[in-house]
């Protein structure tokens, strides 16, 4: 028979397996809370990881729509600009040598020449500045009559003494004129039976624009409405064509003289010399027809701007510096009282404003 356990052994096997419990425990608890970080770190470097995906798509979204934005604002600012934008004929002012250091550089004898004449211009003839006038037909015109109206000139003597909006008609009935069917209006090469109301209504667009800024006298009133007319082309495009038919009038008037013996003046003769204008028929179908289309005006044609609208066109040949031909008038004997305006060309062909 076995003898009794005894009560302190028993306890002290009790003391002995409590500090391996405890131990238990804390293992456990510590790998639960391990296991717990372990899973909530991945959790969070999904969810971090996630984050960062959709950020940069969003980052690449975002800057794809503002480079589209960008490009689509670019061209509508453009648009607009070209839709509203006024598109002047005839540019500000600018420094005359800074023009030319922009325009002719290099050392060819060309360049070097130009560079001469606008200092020359610039030192001797006190032009300080310039105004580049549209490249086109009618940049002659367009200079001469910019300026008529900038500076308020009025009305050549000869128109105050008839309607100008009848000469149309006149040319017609009066003087038989009915070759004036065959008149071109510029690129246009329009002609017909209803030339004489579309020449009426340039003529009478002329007569009323001249008439407006005549009236005024402020000058910088009158350059703000040079800026507003010089900007809309279907009336500058009147107005040139009604300062053809002016001179076309006024080659008329001088060849009816002729004939009946009267003396004309002398740059008439030289015209009427010519194969190629030998009557005012001859002069519209030959040379006239073709201003604003095909050429600008000829040097003969200047004679004749200046005679029929009374001015004396003073202009600087660039290209000829250093010659007799520098600096010329047309025409070349204006009377005294006739006011006087300034063009310079570097070709014959295009000419701009010069201001002093």
Same mark, same amino acid.
């Given at each position: 028979?076995?003898?009794?356990?005894?009560?302190?052994?028993?306890? /002290?096997?009790?003391?002995?397996?409590?500090?391996?419990?405890?131990? @238990?425990?804390?293992?456990?608890?510590?790998?639960?809370?391990?296991?717990?970080? @372990?899973?909530?770190?991945?959790?969070?470097?999904?969810?971090?990881?996630?984050?960062?995906?959709?950020?940069?798509?969003?980052?690449? #979204?975002?800057?794809?729509?503002?480079?589209?934005?960008?490009?689509?604002?670019?061209?509508?600012?453009? #648009?607009?600009?070209?839709?509203?934008?006024?598109?002047?004929?005839?540019?500000?002012?600018?420094?005359?040598?800074?023009?030319?250091?922009?325009?002719?550089?290099?050392?060819?004898?060309?360049?070097?020449?130009?560079?001469?004449?606008?200092?020359?211009?610039?030192?001797?003839?006190?032009?300080?500045?310039?105004?580049?006038?549209?490249?086109?037909?009618?940049?002659?015109?367009?200079?001469?009559?910019?300026?008529?109206?900038?500076?308020?000139?009025?009305?050549?003597?000869?128109?105050?003494?008839?309607?100008?909006?009848?000469?149309?008609?006149?040319?017609?009935?009066?003087?038989?004129?009915?070759?004036?069917?065959?008149?071109?209006?510029?690129?246009?090469?329009?002609?017909?039976?209803?030339?004489?109301?579309?020449?009426?209504?340039?003529?009478?667009?002329?007569?009323?624009?001249?008439?407006?800024?005549?009236?005024?006298? @402020? #000058?910088?009133?009158?350059?703000?409405?040079?800026?507003?007319?010089?900007?809309?082309?279907?009336?500058?495009?009147?107005?040139?064509?009604?300062?053809?038919?002016?001179?076309?009038?006024?080659?008329?008037?001088?060849? /009816?003289?002729?004939?009946?013996?009267?003396?004309?003046?002398?740059?008439?003769?030289?015209?009427?010399?010519?194969?190629?204008?030998?009557?005012?028929?001859?002069?519209?179908?030959?040379?006239?027809?073709?201003?604003?289309?095909?050429?600008?005006?000829?040097?003969?044609?200047?004679?004749?701007?200046?005679?029929?609208?009374?001015?004396?066109?003073?202009?600087?040949?660039?290209?000829?510096?250093?010659?007799?031909?520098?600096?010329?008038?047309?025409?070349?004997?204006?009377?005294?009282?006739?006011?006087?305006?300034?063009?310079?060309?570097?070709? @014959?062909?295009?000419?701009?404003?010069?201001?002093?």
């Amino acid at each position: 028979m076995a003898a009794p356990r005894s009560p302190t052994r028993a306890r /002290e096997r009790e003391r002995s397996h409590a500090p391996a419990a405890g131990s @238990d425990q804390v293992h456990y608890w510590t790998l639960a809370t391990s296991q717990a970080l @372990d899973t909530v770190w991945r959790m969070a470097k999904g969810f971090v990881m996630l984050a960062v995906s959709f950020l940069m798509a969003a980052v690449c #979204y975002f800057r794809r729509l503002h480079l589209y934005s960008g490009h689509k604002l670019k061209w509508w600012i453009g #648009y607009l600009q070209r839709k509203f934008k006024r598109n002047l004929s005839v540019e500000a002012e600018v420094d005359l040598l800074s023009y030319c250091a922009r325009e002719w550089k290099g050392e060819t004898p060309r360049t070097k020449l130009m560079r001469k004449a606008y200092e020359e211009l610039f030192w001797r003839h006190r032009i300080k500045c310039v105004r580049q006038v549209k490249r086109d037909n009618y940049d002659a015109l367009r200079s001469v009559l910019f300026q008529i109206f900038s500076q308020g000139i009025s009305f050549p003597s000869w128109m105050k003494e008839k309607d100008i909006v009848k000469l149309p008609e006149k040319l017609l009935f009066s003087q038989g004129c009915n070759w004036i069917q065959q008149y071109s209006f510029g690129p246009e090469k329009y002609t017909g039976s209803n030339v004489f109301g579309k020449l009426r209504k340039c003529v009478e667009l002329l007569k009323t624009q001249w008439t407006e800024f005549n009236g005024i006298r @402020d #000058y910088h009133k009158r350059g703000s409405m040079c800026n507003t007319l010089f900007s809309d082309a279907i009336l500058e495009y009147k107005l040139y064509e009604a300062l053809k038919f002016i001179m076309l009038y006024q080659v008329t008037e001088v060849y /009816e003289q002729m004939k009946t013996k009267k003396v004309i003046p002398s740059l008439f003769r030289l015209l009427f010399s010519r194969e190629t204008s030998s009557d005012p028929l001859s002069f519209m179908m030959n040379h006239l027809n073709s201003v604003g289309d095909t050429c600008g005006l000829e040097q003969i044609d200047m004679f004749i701007l200046g005679y029929s609208l009374e001015v004396k066109i003073k202009v600087f040949r660039l290209f000829k510096f250093n010659s007799r031909d520098f600096e010329v008038c047309y025409p070349e004997e204006p009377l005294r009282d006739w006011p006087e305006i300034s063009l310079l060309t570097e070709n @014959d062909r295009h000419y701009h404003i010069p201001v002093f």
